[in-house]
């Protein structure tokens, strides 16, 4: 993996997932295991209740400049101002909604914020540092 780092202007031509949250670890940021009482690190191995699990952003978009198309992957708080809330509230949103909706794929985002994403990343002009 190179180490140099810099900055590219690019616009967002696609969001390449439905779920822009996922339930991190708080030491190491992985992607935690949940079952329906349990979480699991398999990376640092820290474990804890369920519903103690911790929320992270994880966008992945196609992007282009003027040569080339990147994929990038944009994780963390600096995503907190374009959904207006933290991971952690927006899963709640989410897990509220789909208890209300009676949907049981609990990883689906609900298709009206996956089209705001959509709207709000899609043909817009972005610093990225990568």
Request: glycine residues 6%; aromatic residues 10%; neutral net charge.
């Amino acid at each position: 993996m190179s180490s140099v780092r810099g900055l590219l202007a690019a616009s967002v031509i696609s969001v390449q997932n439905s779920c822009f949250i996922y339930p991190a670890c708080q030491k190491c940021f992985s992607r935690l295991i949940l079952d329906s009482r349990r979480f699991n690190c398999l990376k640092c191995g820290c474990t804890g209740e369920a519903k103690d699990a911790s929320y992270r952003y994880r966008l992945s978009l196609k992007i282009a400049d003027t040569n080339d198309l990147f994929d990038v992957t944009v994780f963390g708080s600096c995503l907190d101002p374009f959904f207006g809330v933290t991971a952690e509230n927006l899963q709640r949103c989410i897990q509220d909604f789909n208890q209300l909706s009676g949907e049981t794929n609990t990883d689906a985002s609900p298709g009206v914020l996956v089209q705001a994403v959509e709207t709000c990343f899609i043909g817009k002009r972005f610093i990225f540092g990568v």
